[in-house]
């Protein structure tokens, strides 16, 4: 599998991070994690094939985790020569499909009925397992920051990769991250700062000494976090590999 991150930004907008999105390509699959706003136009600006997309995954319903959902489809409509035939699959926590008709009323209904190609919503309830195309296994998990929202474990053969999305503090989290090869978790903002549903760099740190991933990797940054030593805080209690995450970042996980 590879790894790749589109967005790693926030709701603050900055010159340099987009609002999140994560690929991962594995065999035919191409899997988007969650789809903010500018994650289209940076995949085009790193080179990504977005055109290629299978499926895409998401984590919650906040507007920085999903406001460029209907810019991706009507590119797959009108963006592309010719147009996108094979299906687009969503998967998301339930209210996804109830999203995808509010996304509808908005946008009309090339969200829904682009026309050209079918999109196909799903919705994957706290604690379940789905099989996608490439041999990989998508598990859901429930995470305190909005009624919805979900990390998610990515495995194919002996690799995983967990995805916390935007989450607070969770024992039940870091348990069920165990032994992930890579594991993507929100920093936030600083201790002092933080407010509830999010973690902080020790917060981090503490997921990680109980998770023991490969590799952790730190996303979902805000602005006053650029003034904190951010690798030094979580490095002063967890000896791990540890990872900023910036937008072009990638890893490549052997299988």
């Known amino acids: 599998m590879r790894l790749t991150a589109v967005g790693t930004g926030t709701a603050a907008p900055t010159a340099d991070a987009v609002n999140p999105g994560w690929l991962v390509d594995a065999g035919e699959l191409r899997l988007l ?9 940076r995949m085009a600006a790193l080179g990504l094939d977005w055109r290629a997309i299978t499926h895409v995954l998401l984590t919650h319903f906040h507007a920085d985790h999903i406001s460029d959902l209907a810019t991706l489809v009507t590119a797959w409509r ?29 946008f009309g209904s090339i969200v ?3 026309g050209n190609f079918p999109v196909e919503v799903h919705e994957m ?30 495995r194919r053969g002996g690799c995983r990769i967990v995805y916390t999305g935007d989450t607070g503090p969770d024992a039940g989290l870091a348990t ?5 090869d890579v594991l ?26 109980t998770a023991r991933p490969g590799c952790l ?6 602005p006053p976090l650029d003034a904190v030593d951010v690798l030094g805080l979580v490095r002063s209690t967890y000896a791990g590999r540890v ?8 890893i490549e996980l052997g299988e």
Do not use: N
């Open 184 to 209: 993507i978790a929100e920093c936030s903002l600083p201790r002092d700062m933080r407010p509830e549903g999010h973690l902080a760099p020790d917060d981090c740190a503490a997921l990680a000494a």
């Open 112 to 114: 829904t009925e682009p």
């Open 176 to 180: 069920w991250a165990a032994g992930a």
């Open 78 to 106: 009108w963006g592309q020569h010719p147009a996108r035939t094979a299906p687009a699959v969503f998967i998301g926590p339930v209210g996804t499909a109830a999203l995808f008709e509010r996304l509808a009323g908005v």
């Open 243 to 250: 990872r900023l995450a910036h937008d072009g970042w990638s």
């Open 217 to 222: 990797v730190l996303t979902h940054r805000y």
């Open 33 to 41: 994690l969650d789809c903010g706003s500018g994650v289209v136009h």
């Open 125 to 154: 309830p706290a604690g379940a397992e789905v099989a996608l195309p490439g041999g990989v296994q998508v598990g859901s998990f429930k995470v305190p920051h909005t009624v919805e929202s979900m990390a998610y474990s990515i």
